[in-house]
Structures are given as C-alpha cells and as structure tokens.
C-alpha cells in the first residue's frame, strides 16, 4: 500500500514538474482535433460543391445573350366602381389608369431600360461576356457554352391593403384607440426564356418581387399633457422608389440567373449514381457559397 501511494505521488510531482510527462496524451487530444477538422472539411466539399467552385472558374468568358422585352405590362389592382353600372373593358382600363397612384406616371421605356441595363452590368462583373439582340452573328461564333435569355415578359401590378394598429396611450391605456393605415404595394413578376445555343432545351423561369410603404414603430411623449403614445408612422412609396426597384430587380435576376446557370453544371457533371438535392446561390461581393432556400427562379415547364 506505501509503495502505491508513493508511485500515486511521484507521479503527480513527476506531472507538475516535467513538461514532458503527459506529452502522449496531448499528442492524442491533438490527432483528435485534426481528425475532426479534417472530417468537417470532408464534409462540406461535397461533389455538389466542388463541380459549384469548378463553374464560377470556368464561368468567366461564357456567352450570354440577352434579348430585352419592349413593353412593359402594367395594371392598377386597387380599382374603386360604382358595381351597378355596366362598364366595358376599354372603361375598365381607364378607370385604373385615373385611379392609379404610381403606374401612370412611370415611364415603359425607362423602368425596362434600367432594368435590362442594371441585369447586364451585374452579368458582366460577374464574368459573362453578354451581348444584345443586335450582336447576335458575334455572339453565335462563340464557343459553347454560351446561353440565350429572353425577358419574355415583365409585369408591374399596383395594390394596396389596410393595415390596423393600435394607439396606446398612458393616461388611457387600458382603452387603446386604433387607426387604419393604406400600405401601398408595387409587384413585378417576370418571366424569362432561357435555352442553351445549339441545345433547344428552353425553360421558363419566373420570379416575383415587390416593393410597399414601411410601417415604423414610433413613439412620442407629450410633456406638457403628460402622456406617452405608441403609434405608426409611414414612409410612403414614390414614383423614384419604383425606379430604384427597376435596377435591383435587375441585379437580382442576373445573380440568379448564374446560380440557374451554376446548379445546370452541377447536375449535368455529377458522378453517376449521385443525385443533386442541393440548390446553391454565389454572393459575388462575399465570393461565398451557400445552400439556397426557396428564393430562386421558379422553373415553369411549358
């Protein structure tokens, strides 16, 4: 028993006071850490990420062509009538012209201009080499892969909806009054064509955005009444705000058009056997890739 407690001790002295004594066992802790690096680092090179790495390389240079849309649909969803006059189409379309807020005053040529420009821009500095309708002889001498995107359609839709809220006050708040805001609402749908040179295979994809009045907390206190007050206050849509819509809608549609163009790679290169769960989305800017949800082009089959 002496002897035991005596080699418990050395050891314990022999710990404190060799740095060597206990060089094994770290060797172990740090093989294990390794060994768990290595296993994560495994695991997020998936074949699907890999082939996604190997298209933003070999995507710089590729052919887009980019065939724009001349006209522009519009429509004013926020229509007040009288619902026992009988009216015609024609009177229709004049009474949602008159009643609209926004839609009348923005310019066809102008919001498709700056949204066609804004999605070449982004094309472009994403390392495309896009070409316009008119240089198409230039652009068919190219070397595949090379992609044709028509904006089949764009679609600007006005609404509004009533949004209640509560006004609570200190020396009634037990009694809260309540108040009734118009949110107005600016909707762009979008559906474009888009097919691979010499491959005929054309998709359809569609993509909704929109843009409407923030609502913001506020709150004031009245000093001389002695009271406090929780309310809304309203930025209110303007006609430059649907312009500015134009251009990030634009940037928009070009960053998922690469990751259209990116997942298309994925799936055609993956190994046999293998099949492509995974929906992956480049942030150009961060130059970082990551799993996407639900917010990419919906595919329309025709």
Known sequence: MERLLLNKCFRIWLRENNPLFGLGMRKIVYFGIICIQAVLLFSSCSPERILARKYIGLSKGNGVM???????FKDNLTLSFDSTIQYSQTQFDSIAWEQSCFIQHVSDSEFLTRFTNSMIAELTASGFDVYVDGSSDVFLSLPDPKWMVQIAQLELNE?????LYYVFSLENIEHPSYESFRVNKIDLSSWLEVSRTNAGNKQ???LEGYIEDDLKNALEF????????LFKTKDSLSVH???VMADDMGRKHAGFLFDYFMNEYIGENLPEGIIN???????????????QGDERFEVIDQ
């Open 204 to 206: 359809v994809l569609f």
């Open 222 to 229: 009245k000093m001389n009444e002695d009271a406090t007050a």
């Open 159 to 163: 609404a509004h909806r009533s949004e």
């Open 66 to 72: 980019i065939v724009p849309s001349y006209e522009l």
């Open 277 to 291: 769960r995974k929906y992956f989305h480049f942030d150009r800017l961060n130059n970082s890739l990551k799993k």
């Open 241 to 243: 705000d649907v312009y």
